[in-house]
């Protein structure tokens, strides 16, 4: 068996990943092609190349 490489960028820590209220139920915002999708879903990528860390302080820390 086959160790898989752990994701280098988790969606819970991403701008792109929010709350939809109607299916309650966490999503990506990012629009991902079908090929992306699919490499996505079958795990056969070790990070996500639209990943963004999600800082909510940043516009404070722009303001001071």
Excluded: I, W
Excluded at 7 to 20: A, T
Excluded at 23 to 50: A, I, N
């Amino acid at each position: 068996m086959a160790n898989k490489e752990a994701p280098k960028s988790r969606c819970e820590d991403c701008e792109f990943y929010d709350y939809d209220e109607y299916y309650d139920q966490m999503y990506c915002k990012q629009e991902l092609d079908e090929d992306e999708m699919e490499h996505f879903v079958r795990g056969q990528t070790s990070s996500c190349p639209y990943f963004k860390p999600y800082d909510e302080y940043m516009s404070v820390r722009k303001q001071n």
